[in-house]
């Protein structure tokens, strides 16, 4: 590793560090104001805790990860490359590390980052990596609506306007696929995007090599058409995406557990499925204030006492957000050593 790249890595070592102690700082900012009249039943409620229900929610987390890296293997392969399932558990928690100190989370963090490393690490087009995960997003939303849904029909005191709600999210979710394969397989707009992209790379005066951004383009399009246009691949995507909410479930129901609070399941789905949607906004990273707003208003709606939802969210955060974040930063740095080691030796494959 030269001089330069060390440089490099403690700088942005540093600026990990600064972002990581801000972020705790408004969190502990955040929990004074909003907490300040229930702080003395917030802190019994966390003193008297099983914590062994804890660390199984712990447990469940570091399930969820694993599963998540075997659903992306299987997007990987569907596309003829092969990479170690341990491979993509460190760059999953990579990713995680990536969207906990940025702003854009899953409107770019997760994917963007998770793409980047997979490509750096084994030489693969950045297309093809990007796809793999576009891949899994695209089959992510069908799930995630229907799984809403049926928690809506069971939950909800359905009047007229709430029925008609959760009927077009369910019409949502049957269409959702077929639509995104076509689109995917439609030429017509991938020129278009292709052609807007070369627009405002002049605008910025950049410089444009418009037959590389194309065939970029064209493999993105036709590796994620791939990917959720056999039947076989989607179903099994689908099906892991099922018992990841049901993992995420899991650790929430645990985490309630530790409090001595039966949670129901509906909002135990709402809860790991509906915070995806608020941390899509890029605001602080991690989806700080807009995740734990959705989080606690579920808990809040579905009758759960202040003191032990708050509690359940400080918890949450602290094995998803605050774990994941160490964990991600000693996974990244693994990764980033060994990127390093492999430069000047690893022929890139493709475009």
Not at 208 to 213: A, C, H, L, R
Request: charged share 15%.
């Amino acid at each position: 590793m030269d001089r330069a790249k060390e440089q490099r890595m403690k700088i942005n070592l540093k600026r990990a560090i600064l972002i990581f102690i801000l972020m705790t700082a408004i969190v502990a900012f955040l929990f004074s104001i909003f907490a300040k009249e229930k702080l003395l039943e917030i802190l019994h409620a966390l003193l008297t805790a099983d914590y062994k229900f804890a660390l199984l929610a712990w447990a469940a987390y570091l399930s969820f990860v694993l599963m998540w890296a075997t659903r992306w293997s299987m997007s990987i392969k569907s596309l003829g490359r092969s990479v170690r399932i341990r491979e993509l558990f460190l760059i999953v928690y990579g990713g995680i590390f990536i969207n906990n100190i940025t702003p854009f989370t899953y409107s770019g963090g997760d994917p963007v980052g998770r793409s980047y490393l997979l490509s750096k690490l084994k030489g693969l087009p950045y297309s093809v990596c990007l796809a793999s995960v576009m891949g899994e997003l695209i089959v992510d939303v069908p799930v995630f609506l229907s799984l809403i849904s049926l928690a809506a029909l069971v939950s909800l005191h359905l009047t007229l306007v709430w029925f008609g709600m959760v009927i077009f999210l369910i019409v949502i979710a049957i269409v959702f696929l077929p639509l995104s394969s076509r689109f995917f397989g439609n030429k017509t707009a991938e020129n278009w995007i292709g052609n807007m992209i070369v627009r405002v790379l002049k605008k910025l005066r950049r410089h444009v090599d418009e037959p590389k951004i194309f065939n970029g383009l064209e493999n993105f399009y036709s590796c994620a058409h791939n990917v959720i246009s056999q039947r076989k691949i989607a179903g099994l995507l689908a099906i892991f995406s099922t018992l990841l909410v049901g993992l995420s479930s899991l650790r929430l129901y645990f985490i309630f557990q530790a409090f001595n609070y039966s949670a129901p399941w509906p909002m135990l789905i709402f809860a790991s499925t509906l915070p995806w949607a608020a941390g899509l906004v890029p605001l602080l990273p991690g989806g700080m204030g807009t995740f734990d707003f959705a989080l606690i208003s579920i808990f809040l709606l579905f009758g759960v006492p202040f003191n032990i939802a708050l509690s359940a969210v400080l918890v949450e955060r602290a094995i998803t957000f605050f774990f994941g974040t160490f964990a991600g930063a000693m996974s990244l740095s693994y990764l980033g050593i060994k990127i390093w080691a492999l430069e000047g030796e690893m022929p890139h494959i493709g475009g």
